[in-house]
């Protein structure tokens, strides 16, 4: 009887979810019509071996456009891969082809923010750069069979001077912000932050495979 609950279990699971994919190498899970434009190896389910982050884009010659300015741009959406290391084979954790903009986009006056993508004590972060008007990041954990969103940073910045910072962890449902009062700051060290504590309201957490867009993507700041 024990036994043949542990197949019924193994079979749910297996409905419930699916079969997870495998492969030998990192390139067995690329789709087609995309190219592995960037690889970030890194530990991110604290087993001490290296996994696998993907970053492909599509190759549609129909998103190739000229820009007035800038001239022939190259304006297909790029995703992210998350592959496990299994000890001879690596198995799929997560993937999301679409969700992130060309890094061709237009950035208006000043050029569009910057992605990449860090592995830190087993949390995949994926930060955007932008220059002098500072930087964002969302810090995602493995877990619920997905990456769930359970931090958010923000640093916004005036050139040197840092106009606010803003950390968020859904998982305690607390948002900390820290803004200058100093309106007369005119170099990096001369800002006075008055800091304040917030709880936020949490339904659930976002997970990676279901975002669209990262620039559509709304946080609390």
Not at 4 to 15: D, E, H, S, W
Not at 102 to 112: M, T
Not at 120 to 134: A, M, P, S, V
Request: charged share 30%.
């Amino acid at each position: 009887m024990k036994n043949l609950l542990i197949i019924i279990a193994i079979l749910y699971t297996t409905i419930l979810f699916g079969q997870t994919k495998q492969g030998k190498e990192p390139s067995d899970f690329l789709p087609e019509g995309y190219v592995i434009v960037e690889r970030i190896n890194g530990d991110l389910n604290k087993d001490r071996l290296v996994d696998c982050i993907l970053i492909i884009k599509g190759t549609d010659k129909s998103k190739i456009i000229k820009d007035e300015y800038r001239g022939e741009l190259e304006r297909n959406r790029r995703g992210i891969i998350v592959l496990f290391n299994k000890k001879g084979h690596y198995e799929l954790a997560v993937k999301n082809y679409d969700c992130f903009s060309s890094e061709n986009e237009d950035g208006g006056v000043y050029f569009a923010p910057e992605l990449s993508i860090e592995i830190t004590n087993g949390n995949l972060n994926i930060l955007y750069g932008h220059g002098r008007y500072g930087s964002w990041s969302y810090t995602f954990r493995f877990q619920n069979y997905d990456f769930e969103l359970t931090g958010y940073d923000l640093r916004d910045n005036r050139g040197p001077i840092v106009n606010k910072t803003v950390s968020i962890n859904f998982l305690t449902k607390k948002k900390q912000t820290n803004e200058n009062i100093n309106q007369n700051a005119e170099v990096d060290g001369d800002e006075v932050y008055k800091e304040t504590w917030e709880k936020i309201r949490v339904e659930k957490l976002l997970k990676l495979s279901e975002i669209k867009d990262f620039d559509d993507l709304q946080i609390l700041d």
